[in-house]
């Protein structure tokens, strides 16, 4: 029996480990970002066809988007929406609870677009400011990050958060936060959390909610009394200008970090954003305004250039890694045999690993094919060596990979699907692996590569054998390596095995090898950790930004 629940962002791990204790059955989930991208029509028509609607709230801060769940509820046939706390108590609403969720949310959309006319026309004239004096000796920084969604516990997004805290607490400064929430894995870092409240009334509009958003945290932040920074460090989020607004508020440099277009994915990953117009005029006016721009490669830091951005204002350097929490020698045998026994798998099993965003480029649905070919050509081999596969993590190619694996009789067996695991679990799960994997996908012909995966560097971190995809800058972050079609080349300072990007049959072929030889290539693993502790350390990250700014003084 599968049940389905409605939830704010995918559900972690541990969430529907409860949910399956408490009622027995596994459970689909439908997130708000799945309905936002299938288009208004789309979602009603998907919508029609819920007769049961049970929505799960997983942190306390879910729960104010209750009125979006309720209008939703209205579409439905369900006759009733059964709501479930991060407690596993429940509430029951009808229609005519749902009725008041209406006026709301019509108030929140008129207030939403006074706020998108209001934010547009600041983004139309605001300049860039360098009249700011700085104390050199100051060791506080505000990060600050506007990121209207929330209830987001693992992925890069996480790791880039926690990583870039801790690489400015280990250089002796001290972090106030300003976010919707703090994840727990990084709380003892900061000094002080801001809490952005959510908006009392909501829009059933994505994009104009985060207009709304904006422009009331920035009248909320207006209000406080804060103490002397060094410079504000921003996380780029769609529809955000209250960074830049807060800078020359309170005449303090901005540093922003641009991990690629919103507007661009929005259009090319997901559905073109209602008022297109007013979010790409935000990008451009945080962009030209920011005093400098951190970004993790160099396809993006060209792309800034063909924008406009001055060089001299563009900081590059990768995606790096907290190589002392994603460490091997942190768990002992028992750790690793205790949790492969709870995941279902035994002491003798090779298990091959990937983790991350089930997403565009992400290449899990090529994994995924190239397993299904591997039960259909190499069964005996693979039930004799005793492998088996983790596919940690959740997002829109979810459906698909277990459509792919569904072909193969009573998959489950050999092929685990966790779901998402908090951020604090990844190494564990990680270092009871014997290979790890990044399969990512061609980009489109238009496109060009231009991430910095963090799962990248903690699998280096982790001292294991590395099959990943020979793309862009993953290719150049695992040399010395060697392409599985030249695999009699490999030498003792090769650090990981390639394949070509979507290519199944590499993947295939990589995955046989490395499991074939799986002593004799151990030192690839050792040369990955060597690498990374090396040169990507969040520590390191943060020295290159700091030895690239220029000392702000005032004109």
């Known amino acids: 029996m599968v049940k389905k629940v409605f939830s704010a962002s995918p559900l972690s791990s541990n969430m529907l480990d409860q949910l399956t204790s408490k009622y027995g059955c596994d459970f689909e989930q439908t997130t708000l970002s799945f309905i936002k991208n299938l288009g208004i029509f789309s979602s009603i028509k998907f919508l029609r066809t819920v007769s049961d609607m049970n929505v799960v709230f997983e942190d306390k801060e879910s729960e104010k988007l209750l009125d979006i769940f309720l209008l939703l509820f209205l579409v439905t046939k369900s006759k009733k929406i059964i709501l479930l706390r991060d407690d596993l108590t429940t509430f029951t609403l009808n229609r005519k609870d749902a009725v008041f969720s209406v006026i709301k949310t019509f108030w929140g959309t008129c207030y939403a677009f006074y706020s998108a006319l209001k934010i547009f026309a600041i983004s139309k004239c605001i300049k860039e400011k360098t009249n700011f004096f700085v104390d050199q000796n100051l060791?506080?920084?505000?990060?600050?990050?506007?990121?209207?969604?929330?209830?987001?516990?693992?992925?890069?997004?996480?790791?880039?958060?926690?990583?870039?805290?801790?690489?400015?607490?280990?250089?002796?400064?001290?972090?106030?936060?300003?976010?919707?929430?703090?994840?727990?894995?990084?709380?003892?870092?900061?000094?002080?959390?801001?809490?952005?409240?959510?908006?009392?009334?909501?829009?059933?509009?994505?994009?104009?909610?985060?207009?709304?958003?904006?422009?009331?945290?920035?009248?909320?932040?207006?209000?406080?009394?804060?103490?002397?920074?060094?410079?504000?460090?921003?996380?780029?989020?769609?529809?955000?200008?209250?960074?830049?607004?807060?800078?020359?508020?309170?005449?303090?440099?901005?540093?922003?970090?641009?991990?690629?277009?919103?507007?661009?994915?929005?259009?090319?990953?997901?559905?073109?954003?209602?008022?297109?117009?007013?979010?790409q005029a935000i990008e451009n006016a945080s962009l030209r305004c920011a005093n400098y721009i951190v970004t993790v490669s160099d396809v993006l830091k060209q792309e800034l250039i063909q924008r406009g951005i001055p060089e001299k204002k563009i900081i590059c350097y990768p995606n790096c890694v907290d190589s002392e929490k994603f460490n091997p020698t942190l768990f002992t045998k028992e750790h690793i045999v205790n949790k492969r026994k709870l995941l279902g798998f035994t002491e003798d099993d090779i298990i091959l690993t990937f983790i991350g965003t089930f997403g565009k480029w992400h290449g899990v649905e090529c994994l995924a094919r190239a397993i299904r070919s591997l039960y259909e050509k190499e069964y005996k081999w693979l039930k004799n060596k005793n492998i088996k596969f983790l596919l940690i993590g959740d997002g829109p190619c979810m459906p698909e990979v277990k459509q792919i694996l569904s072909s193969i009789p009573n998959y489950s067996s050999f092929v685990k699907l966790p779901?998402?695991?908090?951020?604090?679990?990844?190494?564990?799960?990680?270092?009871?692996?014997?290979?790890?994997?990044?399969?990512?996908?061609?980009?489109?012909?238009?496109?060009?590569?231009?991430?910095?995966?963090?799962?990248?560097?903690?699998?280096?971190?982790?001292?294991?054998?590395?099959?990943?995809?020979?793309?862009?800058?993953?290719?150049?972050?695992?040399?010395?390596?060697?392409?599985?079609?030249?695999?009699?080349?490999?030498?003792?300072?090769?650090?990981?095995?390639?394949?070509?990007?979507?290519?199944?049959?590499?993947?295939?072929?990589?995955?046989?090898?490395?499991c074939n030889n799986l002593t004799k290539i151990k030192f690839m693993g050792t040369n990955a950790r060597s690498k990374v502790v090396k040169n990507y350390t969040w520590k390191r990250h943060v020295e290159e930004i700091i030895n690239q700014i220029q000392p702000f003084h005032h004109v």
Not at 203 to 214: A, C, Q, R, V, Y
């Open 139 to 279: 060791k506080e920084v505000f990060y600050l990050k506007t990121n209207y969604w929330f209830g987001v516990k693992a992925g890069g997004s996480v790791a880039h958060m926690e990583g870039v805290i801790s690489g400015l607490k280990a250089k002796g400064f001290q972090i106030d936060f300003a976010a919707v929430e703090a994840p727990k894995s990084f709380k003892t870092s900061i000094q002080e959390h801001f809490l952005l409240n959510i908006p009392r009334y909501l829009s059933p509009i994505f994009s104009l909610n985060l207009l709304l958003f904006d422009n009331i945290q920035f009248k909320t932040l207006k209000k406080r009394t804060f103490k002397k920074y060094k410079f504000i460090y921003h996380r780029m989020a769609l529809n955000s200008l209250a960074a830049i607004r807060l800078s020359h508020h309170l005449k303090v440099p901005l540093i922003l970090e641009y991990n690629g277009s919103e507007v661009w994915v929005q259009r090319n990953w997901g559905k073109q954003l209602f008022l297109e117009q007013i979010s």
């Open 419 to 514: 779901g998402l695991v908090v951020q604090e679990e990844a190494p564990l799960y990680l270092a009871l692996s014997d290979v790890l994997l990044s399969p990512h996908c061609l980009p489109n012909n238009s496109e060009l590569f231009f991430g910095s995966p963090t799962k990248l560097f903690e699998y280096m971190a982790m001292n294991k054998i590395i099959i990943a995809s020979d793309l862009g800058q993953i290719g150049e972050t695992l040399s010395p390596s060697v392409h599985v079609r030249h695999i009699s080349e490999i030498n003792s300072s090769t650090t990981a095995i390639l394949c070509s990007p979507g290519k199944e049959e590499d993947i295939f072929e990589a995955i046989r090898y490395a």
